[in-house]
């Protein structure tokens, strides 16, 4: 079976402009959760979706949106650049469920893109 | 954002050697995760830990879920040149549904010649 696969691998854009950044989960998974890990860093939470639902959004500016699809694939958009938004955008996807109340949801992450704002 | 507070930062150690690193937080959380990232790929999971107290091993690699639920360590036996790599502890309290995860700082991990 297929892993997380993301697209596009690489991008570079000036300032100002907006990009769109795709996810395709595991076959079956039915969330889809962003994170942006600049270099040196771990990973920072920002958006998970759940059956094409907002469950959750991390300390980020509006500038950044996402959706989830019917087909559970997933888009993250970022308007207006800015040098600080270069980064690696991780995808990862999960079938949340839970084992004696306790949650056993397990993200299995992509590749990432690796942004460059110039 | 928020960063869990992970140590050592980096470590330098020969190949067969035992190797330690632990994870702490302000805030207590329901699970635990340790991932390893190499480089240009996403960070792939390696124990998950779901209960206070709890010791999980995978292969040489064991982790603890600490008691006061604000901290947790990785422990790796019998080191080899493919555990070269980055490897970040998540806490994650769940809530309402949302599974997110808090990261690390990371902890470098290189084998020396």
């Known amino acids: 079976d297929a892993g997380v696969t993301q697209s596009p691998t690489h991008l570079i854009k000036t300032r100002g402009q907006h990009v769109t950044l795709r996810c395709s989960p595991i076959s079956g998974h039915k969330s889809v959760s962003w994170y942006q890990q600049v270099l040196g860093q771990g990973p920072q939470f920002i958006f998970q979706y759940y059956e094409k639902e907002e469950r959750g959004r991390g300390n980020f500016p509006d500038r950044f949106s996402a959706r989830q699809f019917p087909n559970y694939s997933s888009e993250l958009n970022v308007n207006a650049l800015l040098l600080g938004d270069s980064a690696l955008y991780l995808c990862?996807?999960?079938?949340?469920?839970?084992?004696?109340?306790?949650?056993?949801?397990?993200?299995?992450f992509g590749p990432g893109t690796r942004l460059t704002v110039l | 954002g928020q960063q869990l507070n992970q140590s050592p930062q980096s470590m330098f150690i020969q190949e067969g050697e035992d190797v330690s690193m632990n994870c702490t937080s302000s805030?207590?959380?329901?699970?635990w995760l340790w991932y390893k990232q190499d480089p240009g790929e996403g960070p792939v999971l390696l124990i998950a830990?779901?209960?206070?107290?709890e010791l999980t091993s995978n292969g040489r690699l064991t982790a603890q879920f600490g008691i006061t639920r604000k901290d947790s360590f990785l422990n790796i036996s019998a080191s080899i040149p493919s555990d070269v790599g980055i490897y970040f502890c998540?806490?994650?309290?769940?809530?309402?549904?949302?599974?997110?995860?808090?990261f690390g700082t990371g902890t470098r991990l290189t084998i020396i010649p």
């Open positions: 990862a996807s999960s079938l949340p469920g839970t084992s004696g109340g306790v949650s056993t949801d397990t993200q299995y």
């Open positions: 998540a806490g994650r309290l769940t809530n309402f549904g949302n599974e997110k995860l808090t």
């Open positions: 830990l779901y209960k206070a107290g």
């Open positions: 805030s207590i959380f329901n699970t």
